[in-house]
Structure formats: structure tokens, C-alpha cells
């Protein structure tokens, strides 16, 4: 397996609360990617990472931003949590070169918000 | 919006018969993806087939893909309990992201 550990994997938080999700290879991939996944629309991307400092926003980026300060962690942050981002938090990765290549998933992040 | 779309929505068939799941695209792809998603867990890839090849398989499973058609398929053959889960197809949405479609449910009943 590779090595993606998402943290925390559960969280329950209230509406107006900031919330940062943790994502973190072993693997010294370069493409990092976080989705969040609802019922009834798949995996839908929020924002991904091309390397060190640089991430580029996805479809649903609205409410959420990242950091990625080092190869191995990549930081997904909602501000200001609202119920409408209640939903399951994926961390991915990908080494593949001109054009999107195998993704590895982490186990997923549990986000609540009350 | 979604790149993919998967058919059915949810299948349900005894072990040993076949499951075909078919996904439907919009715009020109470099390559298509299928992974799948056991409950609870990660999504874990299964197959890539690039836009120049039009069938591939590994183990039980084929994948074929209809670049005028915009579609492709999934077909596990002889299929066993083990194979319930959803499985997503993905397909490349500029640069190197993957779009995901919203999966179809299989269910393999013993």
C-alpha cells in the first residue's frame, strides 16, 4: 500500500469553527490531491498540488484552501466549516508525468459539521 | 460537473455471472481510469486504458474504450462476493487531474 495517512479520520465540529485536514506520503510523489465525496456525486476535486508552494483549485474549491510546505504534507483547510461541508475528505497522490497517471488514496477523513 | 457518468447506478448479480458497468464521457481524454471502492475505505485503481487503445485486461477484468462513442466499459468476469463495492471511472480533466464520475454500486450476492 502506499504510504498516505490522513489525519484526523474522523471529526465532528461546529458551524463557524476552522478545521485543517492533514495529508501525508511516504512516497515523495509529486501531484497531491484532496476530494471530498458525497452521495450521489462521487469524488468531486477541491484543490491539488503540483509540487512545493504551488496547488491549483479543482471544482468545488469554494470555502476550502491549502498549503503544501513540504513534499510530504499537504494541508486542506475550511476557514470558517459550514453544514454544506459535512462529508468524507480524500487525500491523493501521483507520481505520473504528462497527464494524470495512477492515483493512491489515503483512507479517507470523516468531517461532521454541526 | 462530472467528466464521467457511470451505468447503472446499482447492480446486483449472483457470484459467478458477469458484471458490465459502463461509463460515458463529455470532452477528448488522454486516458481513462477505473478504480473501485470497497465501504469505508479508499478508492483503489484498477485499470488504465489510453485513448489509442480500444481494449486491456487484467485477471477478471476487461476494459474496452470507444473514443467516438465517448464510452467505456468494465466487465468483471466470474464474479465472486468479494467483487461488491462501487467503482468509479476517471477520466482526465486537464493537466494532472482526474474527474470522477459518481460510481455504480455492485453488489455480488453468494
Known amino acids: 500500500d502506499a504510504g498516505i495517512t490522513q489525519s484526523p479520520r474522523h471529526k465532528v465540529t461546529e458551524t463557524g469553527t476552522p478545521v485543517t485536514l492533514r495529508c501525508h506520503q511516504t512516497e515523495n510523489h509529486r501531484y497531491m490531491y484532496w476530494y471530498r465525496q458525497d452521495p450521489g456525486h462521487g469524488l468531486r476535486l477541491i484543490h491539488y498540488s503540483y509540487g512545493v508552494k504551488d496547488t491549483d483549485k479543482g471544482e468545488v474549491s469554494d470555502g476550502y484552501s491549502v498549503s503544501r510546505s513540504k513534499t510530504e504534507d499537504f494541508l486542506l483547510t475550511l476557514e470558517s466549516a459550514t453544514s454544506s461541508q459535512t462529508s468524507v475528505y480524500f487525500c491523493?497522490?501521483?507520481?505520473?508525468?504528462?497527464?494524470?497517471?495512477?492515483?493512491?488514496f489515503g483512507e479517507g477523513s470523516r468531517l461532521t459539521v454541526l | 460537473s462530472q467528466q464521467g457518468e457511470e451505468d447503472p447506478q446499482a447492480l446486483s448479480i449472483q457470484e459467478g455471472e458477469n458484471a458490465t458497468m459502463n461509463c460515458s464521457y463529455k470532452?477528448?481524454?488522454?486516458?481513462l481510469q477505473w478504480y473501485r471502492q470497497n465501504s469505508g475505505r479508499g478508492l483503489v485503481h484498477l485499470i488504465l486504458i489510453r485513448s489509442n487503445e480500444r481494449e486491456k485486461h487484467s485477471g477478471r477484468l476487461r476494459v474496452t474504450l470507444d473514443t467516438s462513442k465517448k464510452s467505456s466499459s468494465l466487465l468483471i468476469t466470474a464474479s465472486r462476493a468479494a467483487d461488491t463495492a462501487s467503482y468509479f471511472c476517471a477520466t482526465d480533466a486537464g493537466g494532472n487531474k482526474l474527474v470522477f464520475g459518481a460510481g455504480t454500486i455492485l453488489r455480488v450476492k453468494s
Open positions: 470532452t477528448s481524454i488522454n486516458n
Open positions: 491523493a497522490i501521483s507520481e505520473s508525468q504528462g497527464g494524470p497517471g495512477e492515483l493512491f
